[in-house]
């Protein structure tokens, strides 16, 4: 008997131990995964700044693209690529989902919620989530998060209070830097909605 318990406890630890990363974070997550880059080569409609009149603003993301290189869990991520010469503080660059012809519904949510990872050694990065709701395009972006260098960091947005959620028509990773003249890659995992703050 106490074979058979031993041998059966052996099994669920050996469960534990190797079960793919994406199903134990679907036992941990509490929200609703609405971009998490797992197919090869798809950055799941993300791209890099759209809009030539906010590129002045947003300059220094180059290029958006689904990778293996780094992820929270399972596989992929969305792999953002900065190139940096600007002194400035204000210096930013911008990711982004367009919802427009199709708008999201988000309604039933309170908070979203992204992984970010910054690489050993990465310079001092600050991330922001933003969306834009209505046929007015109305912004609303979270609080800055200072990144740690060499870790999955989370940032987040506050939804309560929101005008127009049943109309999301945009969403933005934004990247900030604090210092000027690097190349980096910063990657993006896990976006969540949750129905509680």
């Known amino acids: 008997m106490r074979n058979n318990i031993l041998v059966l406890s052996l099994a669920l630890l050996a469960l534990t131990v190797f079960l793919p990363d994406g199903i134990a974070q679907d036992k941990k997550s509490s929200g609703k995964r609405i971009f998490d880059w797992e197919k090869a080569g798809d950055a799941e409609g993300w791209a890099g700044i759209q809009f030539e009149g906010a590129k002045k603003e947003f300059p220094f993301i180059r290029t958006v693209a689904q990778s293996d290189m780094n992820a929270n869990t399972g596989k992929g991520s969305l792999e953002v690529s900065i190139e940096s010469d600007i002194s400035k503080y204000e210096a930013a660059g911008r990711a982004e989902k367009s919802f427009f012809g199709k708008p999201e519904d988000w309604s039933a949510f309170k908070k979203l919620t992204a992984k970010f990872y910054l690489t050993p050694g990465s310079p001092e990065l600050e991330m922001q989530l933003a969306i834009q709701t209505g046929d007015n395009w109305q912004w609303k972006d979270g609080k800055a998060v200072d990144g740690k260098a060499g870790a999955w960091n989370e940032v987040s947005l ?40």
Not at 162 to 168: R, S
């Open 158 to 197: 506050d939804l309560s209070g929101v005008k127009n959620l049943d109309k999301v028509v945009s969403i933005y990773f934004i990247v900030r830097s604090k210092k000027a003249g690097f190349n980096e890659k910063v990657y993006l995992d896990n976006v969540e909605l949750h129905e509680s703050l």
